[in-house]
T-cell receptor, first 109, second 113 residues
């Protein structure tokens, strides 16, 4: 079945630094979604990427979909304490969604 | 306010005692699903429903039941809970199919002793 791998599992970041989390699929995806879950909270939809090579930005967050539509990345610049949480990617294939295990981000002030 | 509501938020129960976790959405979404979240495993789908009276198994359905008698409600039933079902459960809904934006409930933290 479809598998979505996400790395790293944990990311410890100094406030103000940048970091990237990666998502890789074993199959070609029709779209990829990203969600954020704050500590003690529930996943909240951030964005959906559909086109090959697509890049979207939300303030300090940059999302990219690979040319082959099998991988994606989320890059956060100038990390802030509000960025703390777990970021999940979810790959869609044949109308089914598979979630990665998530990257849990902690921030050192 | 558009939302997915789960109840209860926290539940401690004993092995074998039947329980139901309720889920309700007010967005008129056709698609609803249940996930469990365990450390290092992400979100795994238990069951899903594409519309009223249409349900199907997800990736980890063993030990669970669901029903979809009304569009807005999608309860999760554990007929005989076991300790390995201790987990964080989320209900989610989407407008018309799974690969569109999902709205998640607040979660239910279940402990089975």
């Amino acid at each position: 079945g479809q598998q979505v791998m996400q790395i790293p599992q944990y990311q410890h970041v100094q406030e103000g630094e940048d970091f990237t989390t990666y998502c890789n699929s074993s199959t070609t995806l029709s779209n990829i979604q990203w969600y954020k879950q704050r500590p003690g909270g529930h996943p909240v939809f951030l964005i959906q990427l559909v086109k090959s090579g697509e890049v979207k930005k939300q303030k300090r967050l940059t999302f990219q979909f690979g040319e082959a539509k099998k991988n994606s990345s989320l890059h956060i610049t100038a990390t802030q304490t509000t960025d703390v949480g777990t970021y999940f990617c979810a790959g869609a294939n044949d109308y089914k969604l598979s979630f990665g295990a998530g990257t849990t981000v902690t921030v050192r002030a | 306010e558009a939302q997915v509501t789960q109840n209860p938020r926290y539940l401690i129960t004993v092995t074998g005692k039947k329980l139901t976790v309720t889920c309700s959405q007010n967005m008129n979404h056709e698609y609803m699903s249940w996930y469990r979240q365990d450390p290092g495993l992400g979100l795994r789908q238990i069951y899903y429903s594409m519309n009223v009276e249409v349900t199907d198994k997800g990736d980890v359905p063993e030990g669970y039941k669901v029903s979809r008698k009304e569009k807005r409600n999608f309860p999760l039933i554990l007929e005989s809970p076991s300790p390995n079902q201790t987990s964080l459960y989320f209900c989610a809904s989407s407008f018309y199919r799974e690969d569109t934006e999902a709205f998640f409930g607040q979660g239910t933290r279940l402990t089975v002793v």
